[in-house]
């Protein structure tokens, strides 16, 4: 992406600038601690040499001839070969000198104006002064005579020039090994960001984020749950359908065997291809797993684990036979109709025109009542459609399905899918209609509001009530009082369709007899608290 700087150059940069920065300021304060100490390691020479000097018994009697400086000069030269100083001179106390590196300056003052802390004070010191030969460091130390007097003296000294080069000699090697440890701190900073590079898979951060966002979004809208397990079997992502089938669950806080008892963890690592259309159960719901191993440098360090309840599976079977059904159920109504249509032809070709007139009527007004209420009172087209394909099936297995007059229902909210309303009143319907099959004058009601905060619907029959023993089971997976393979699933559907809903159902015999299911949905996705069963 243009203008943004890439991880490896601000890192590369970022570890360059620290050890330049770091090695310059270590350098510069090992430099002045340098030359501080070689200035004093070569003044604390130079005031030795000349303490010494002054007490050897040859130049303190040379003080008590008559011309001293013909003893002293030849010493000096001779010693002044021994001590490595730049120049050694003997005065006496009014500075005239005695010994000089220049033979012509000796009989001369000496230069500088810093004998008197030795002449008068008695004092050896170090001085830094400009003398005859230029800027020197110079150790100073009086001549003590024979009788405890100061008859002069001695000053050793290394000139400034040469004290600079010597410090510079060795600031040059600091500066070499400053230079070393740059260059091997700007190659550990290349092999770092190379790895960390490699590390990322070439990846920037601003890229990493992108991903994490897309990956995010992807588990967040798929519906299958979606886990990923290591090595040793622990959960280190679930996504929200996971945790839902799970129980609410967060990452790290279960195990793979905790949420699948009956897989062995190690067929999810050891196979190749990984497990396909696997059926076990999760929470005490039935569901379908599918896992693919993750690879690392030819190794396996885990798996992604897919499953699916098999109820949502079998609520799209459910939603396609319903559908399927209303197609059916439609054209029972128009062979219902037809039947009727050659009655009322018979009747008019033997002449019975009140009876035909009568069949009319009656006809008539039940359908339009029906519609009506149907489409004038239910504003919902899911809803009409429903009810409408149930009404032909009702009437084809002889029994009426009434339609509440006061019924009074505006277009559902749009959070509610036409797929929810199709199982929650497609079920009841066809289980009401079953309920009275075959017995004679067999009734099922229909109703549906939506004052107040929930949609309520309800739907009875005047069938056979339901037993308190088998009122607690009715919800149960694969419960059925039909006791016939492949049946249950229907009330169990509805039940998880209105807990996906924030709804509620309710169960009731009728004191007539029959029995009257009540289902109440928040019309507002915000009144969210499950009422429960």
Same mark, same amino acid.
Do not use: C, W
């Given at each position: 992406m243009k203008g943004k700087v890439s991880l490896q150059t601000k890192i590369l940069v970022l570890i360059i600038s620290l050890v330049v920065m770091i090695t310059?300021?270590?350098?510069?304060?090992? #430099?002045?601690?340098?030359?501080?100490?070689?200035?004093?390691?070569?003044? $604390?020479?130079?005031?030795?040499? *000349?303490?010494?000097?002054?007490?050897?018994?040859?130049?303190?009697? *040379?003080?008590?001839?008559?011309?001293? +400086?013909?003893?002293?000069q030849p010493l000096i030269e001779e010693i002044i070969q021994y001590t490595g100083a730049e120049f050694i001179v003997v005065g006496n106390t009014d500075s005239i000198r005695y010994a000089h590196p220049d033979p012509n300056k000796i009989g001369e003052k000496m230069v500088g104006g810093d004998n008197d802390q030795a002449l008068i004070h008695g004092e050896a010191y170090i001085s830094e002064a400009v003398g005859s030969l230029g800027p020197s460091l110079r150790g100073k130390a009086p001549i003590i005579g024979m009788n405890g007097e100061i008859v002069g003296i001695v000053s050793v000294g290394f000139m400034i020039q040469d004290i600079q080069s010597i410090i510079y000699k060795r600031l040059l090697k600091i500066s070499q090994t400053s230079l070393a440890v740059n260059l091997i701190g700007i190659l550990g900073g290349i092999l770092l960001t190379r790895n960390i590079r490699k590390d990322t898979m070439g990846l920037e951060p601003y890229e990493i984020a992108g991903l994490f966002r897309e990956r995010d979004a992807i588990l967040s809208s798929v519906h299958e749950g979606i886990i990923a397990v290591n090595q040793k079997g622990e959960i280190?992502?679930?996504?929200?359908?996971?945790?839902?089938?799970?129980g609410s669950c967060e990452e790290g806080?279960?195990?793979?065997?905790?949420?699948?008892?009956?897989?062995?963890?190690?067929?999810?690592? +050891?196979?190749? /291809?990984?497990?396909?259309?696997?059926?076990?159960? &999760? /929470? +005490?719901?039935?569901?379908?797993?599918? #896992?693919?191993?993750?690879? $690392?440098? +030819?190794? &396996?360090?885990? *798996?992604?684990?897919?499953?699916?309840?098999?109820?949502?599976?079998?609520?799209?079977?459910?939603?396609? #036979?319903?559908?399927?059904?209303?197609?059916?159920?439609?054209?029972?109504?128009?062979?219902?109709?037809?039947?009727?249509?050659? &009655?009322? #032809?018979?009747?008019?070709?033997?002449?019975?025109?009140?009876?035909?007139?009568?069949?009319?009527?009656?006809?008539?007004e039940i359908t339009k009542n029906q519609n009506r209420i149907l489409f004038e009172q239910i504003k919902d087209p899911t809803i009409q459609a429903i009810v409408l394909g149930k009404i032909g099936l009702a009437s084809e297995n002889k029994i009426d399905l009434i339609i509440e007059p006061n019924c009074n229902l505006d277009k559902v909210p749009d959070f509610i899918e036409p797929a929810q309303l199709i199982t929650i009143i497609g079920n009841l319907l066809d289980n009401a209609i079953e309920a009275?099959?075959?017995?004679?004058?067999?009734?099922? &009601?229909f109703s549906a509001t939506d004052l107040g905060n929930d949609i309520v619907v309800e739907v009875s029959n005047n069938g056979e009530i339901i037993p308190d023993n088998i009122m607690m089971q009715l919800f149960q997976r694969g419960f059925s009082t039909k006791q016939k393979q492949g049946r249950g699933y229907g009330l169990s559907i509805v039940k998880d369709t209105l807990d996906d809903l924030n709804g509620q159902i309710i169960v009731q015999n009728q004191p007539i007899g029959g029995v009257v299911f009540s289902i109440f949905i928040p019309k507002y996705q915000h009144l969210s608290e499950k009422k429960g069963v």
């Open positions: 310059l300021l270590l350098t510069g304060i090992f #430099s002045y601690y340098e030359f501080n100490d070689t200035k004093k390691e070569i003044g $604390e020479k130079a005031l030795e040499s *000349a303490n010494v000097i002054t007490r050897l018994p040859t130049l303190i009697n *040379a003080f008590y001839t008559e011309q001293p +400086e013909q003893i002293i280190s992502l679930m996504n929200n359908s996971a945790k839902k089938l799970a806080t279960l195990s793979f065997e905790q949420m699948f008892p009956h897989i062995d963890r190690n067929r999810i690592i +050891e196979e190749a /291809n990984g497990l396909k259309n696997i059926e076990t159960t &999760v /929470n +005490e719901r039935n569901v379908i797993v599918n #896992s693919t191993t993750m690879m $690392e440098d +030819e190794e &396996v360090v885990g *798996a992604v684990v897919s499953f699916r309840d098999k109820t949502d599976l079998k609520e799209l079977v459910n939603t396609l #036979s319903e559908v399927r059904k209303y197609s059916e159920d439609l054209r029972a109504q128009t062979h219902e109709y037809t039947n009727k249509l050659y &009655v009322i #032809s018979g009747l008019l070709q033997l002449g019975n025109f009140d009876e035909a007139i009568e069949l009319i009527q009656t006809e008539s009275v099959k075959g017995i004679p004058h067999g009734r099922v &009601v």
